[in-house]
């Protein structure tokens, strides 16, 4: 997994692929995350080209702990095996999915 | 396909564990079995019934399949072996990992998908998941890979030598692990399992 963070460090650009074994790359970008001001985080993954399973439970996990801090985090542009675990995984209805 | 391990020492290439690389080089055609230095496959060979040639068998050890990526080589290779497109690789990629995973996470090591409902708790199961791979107990777990095929299917069959599960009683949850197998469920043409729960049989039509 490959990570770049947009100027304001409230939007992350995800790339590669975001597996089980991400999980210590992934707290960090969690925590850089939520140390930006804006109510709005946004996650990139126009780029990412997979993910599993526990890609999608960090996510969730990521999404809980956005709510707890009331804000919010949104999923931009998934394309290919993500968009479809997304589906697989009702996503769209966990969260708001930016096409 | 019958749940017994019948690898064949005889006619099995090795592969020494260190990286994807090596893997690939091991799994390449002509290759129709490998198992990993150091793991003992002691199951008798039976075999008589597979065409060899449409046929890649690959015993693993848990700690290879916790380290390296042991889907995506085994993908590749039976992907350049039936000239696979992508969106086809995809999705057999997708179910393997997660077939492998779950039978690393839950059929051997029997780890509790609730210690992962936070980040922090993330990687303390990862820490948990390296303490119990490292123990004797695991020194010879393994899980074995069969792939067979003809010219419209395609069965991946892993099978591992764990405590098993109950398919039906492992429903998808909010986040945990019955999400893997919905995902399998959800990327291939049939899914069976047999032996309690030790060996998955994924489908594809080719």
């Known amino acids: 997994m490959k990570c770049q963070f947009q100027q304001n460090d409230a939007c992350v650009n995800i790339s590669g692929e975001f597996t089980f074994a991400d999980h210590t790359a992934f707290r960090e970008v969690a925590n850089r995350l939520f140390q930006a001001k804006d109510h709005t985080i946004v996650v990139e993954l126009s780029q990412l080209q997979f993910i599993d399973s526990a890609g999608l439970g960090m996510l969730l996990i990521a999404r809980d702990?956005?709510?707890?801090?009331?804000?919010?985090?949104?999923?931009?542009?998934?394309?290919?095996?993500?968009?479809r675990m997304f589906t697989v995984s009702k996503f769209d209805e966990l969260f708001t999915i930016q096409a | 396909m019958a749940p017994v391990v019948d690898l064949r020492e005889d006619c099995a290439t090795r592969w020494d564990g260190t990286s994807e690389h090596t893997l690939a080089q091991s799994l390449a055609a002509p290759a129709i079995a490998c198992i990993e230095v150091g793991l003992v496959v002691d199951e008798a060979a039976s075999g008589a019934e597979d065409n060899d040639q449409n046929r890649l068998d690959l015993a693993v050890s848990i700690q290879s399949i916790y380290r390296q990526p042991i889907a995506r080589a085994f993908v590749g290779a039976i992907g350049d072996r039936l000239g696979l497109d992508q969106e086809l690789r995809d999705r057999i990629l997708t179910v393997l990992h997660e077939a492998l995973l779950n039978a690393v996470l839950h059929g051997h090591l029997r780890l509790e998908a609730g210690l992962r409902d936070t980040l922090g708790g993330v990687e303390a199961s990862h820490e948990l998941i390296k303490k119990r791979l490292a123990s004797p107990d695991h020194s010879q777990s393994k899980v074995v890979i069969k792939a067979r095929w003809s010219a419209d299917r395609l069965l991946i069959a892993v099978h591992d030598n764990g405590i098993g599960f109950e398919p039906r009683k492992s429903r998808p949850e909010h986040r945990g692990s019955g999400r893997g197998l919905l995902i399998l469920e959800a990327f291939c043409d049939s899914v069976s399992y047999q032996d309690c729960g030790r060996t998955v049989i994924l489908g594809f039509e080719l």
């Open chain 1, 65 to 83: 702990e956005a709510s707890k801090a009331g804000r919010a985090l949104v999923l931009s542009q998934p394309q290919g095996q993500v968009k």
